[in-house]
């Protein structure tokens, strides 16, 4: 089926890079700054490899000074940098959402409220006009800011279908008073999309987004649907995640065919201060030539689910990276990043 002249590309795509918001002590991530930000520089160097990287951080210069000590200066390169003051690091919900265009890339910059006004979000809904100021982005720049969106919460195959979750996009605080039947219309206007897929059922304990897509389904080529899978009757969330592979079985593609789906395990529970976490095997992120895939110290399961992924995407290096310290505070790898089609970061 030939491409709309715009669309948002599946993220397998050719990337020109991949954002960064950075930890500094005057996020959540204070208690344990030193050992986020190893993380952080685990990703960036990944990433370096690949493609370019832009960090936003509003202290860039030590920043810079701290990749420099850490990172091979061979890819320093690939590094872009830019000051801003933020109040997180969730680049997937408050970066732009980046259309492939015929002529030019389009730079949509929804409303970000930190998943329905649960925190401070407003510097954070600022990054992208300070982006778009920057001279560091190539494309049109398009105000989206009387809709809200965050890019965890859609899911696209690239070829007109925009995945998505009942439970987060109506959801308390996101685009009320708009119907379901309104919101779908919104999206597909927005994103040019052919059609919306709501999937009705899944939310993991833990989870402050409502159920972003991102936690649970998972597009990959050659229309597969990666999936969390439960198969403990005993955890709370086996028969919403059961009811969830139920509808997946269900659905066909635009061309009247079923998906090829494919089972990630459920990490087993994971429990910090009292707090069961959101851990999830579905929240990789794609770049260029390689999967980086969340671990969480459990090796069989991380085993597994790299072999799985490794099934979807067999032309691309598998790498782990342990994100125990991440869902510390609700997400993981792929909430922590944006990629930006190729032609958009300079």
């Not at 190893?38 to 990703?43: A, R």
């Not at 429990?271 to 069989?300: R, S």
Request: include cysteine; aromatic fraction near 8%.
């Amino acid at each position: 089926m030939p491409k709309k002249e715009c669309y948002l590309p599946a993220e397998w795509e050719p990337q020109s890079g991949i954002q960064l918001t950075w930890p500094h002590e005057d996020t959540d991530w204070k208690p344990y700054l030193q050992e986020i930000t190893s993380v952080f520089l685990q990703l960036a160097e990944v990433i370096l490899v690949h493609e370019k990287l832009l960090i936003v951080s509003p202290n860039i210069k030590a920043t810079e000074a701290l990749i420099k000590e850490h990172i091979d200066k061979s890819l320093l390169e690939n590094l872009r940098l830019m000051e801003c003051d933020t109040n997180d690091t969730w680049a997937r919900d408050h970066a732009f959402i980046s259309l492939k265009g015929a002529e030019s890339p389009l730079l949509l910059d929804f409303k970000f409220n930190a998943w329905g006004e649960k925190f401070d979000w407003q510097k954070d809904n600022e990054i992208n006009r300070n982006l778009s100021e920057s001279g560091l982005l190539k494309g049109i720049y398009k105000d989206e800011e009387d809709f809200i969106l965050e890019g965890g919460s859609i899911e696209s195959d690239g070829k007109g279908t925009i995945f998505t979750t009942s439970t987060c996009l109506l959801a308390p605080h996101r685009n009320q008073p708009l119907t379901q039947a309104e919101i779908e219309s919104q999206l597909k206007h927005r994103l040019q999309a052919q059609r919306i897929v709501w999937i009705t059922h899944g939310c993991l304990t833990g989870d402050d987004t409502d159920g972003h897509i991102d936690t649970l389904v998972r597009t990959a080529p050659n229309d597969t649907l990666l999936y969390v899978d439960c198969e403990d009757e005993g955890n709370p969330q086996y028969m919403e995640l059961k009811a969830m592979e139920q509808q997946l079985k269900t659905l066909k593609t635009l061309e009247g065919k079923p998906y090829r789906l494919l089972r990630l395990p459920m990490p087993d529970k994971i429990v910090f201060d009292g707090e069961q976490l959101p851990a999830t095997y579905a929240n990789f992120l794609i770049i260029n030539d390689v999967v980086i895939v969340p671990t969480y110290g459990q090796e069989a399961k991380d085993k597994e689910a790299k072999r799985i992924i490794a099934t979807a995407f067999p032309e691309r290096n598998i790498i782990g990276i342990d994100a125990r310290i991440i869902i510390r505070q609700h997400g993981s790898i792929h909430c922590l990043t944006m990629q930006y089609p190729e032609n958009v970061i300079i």
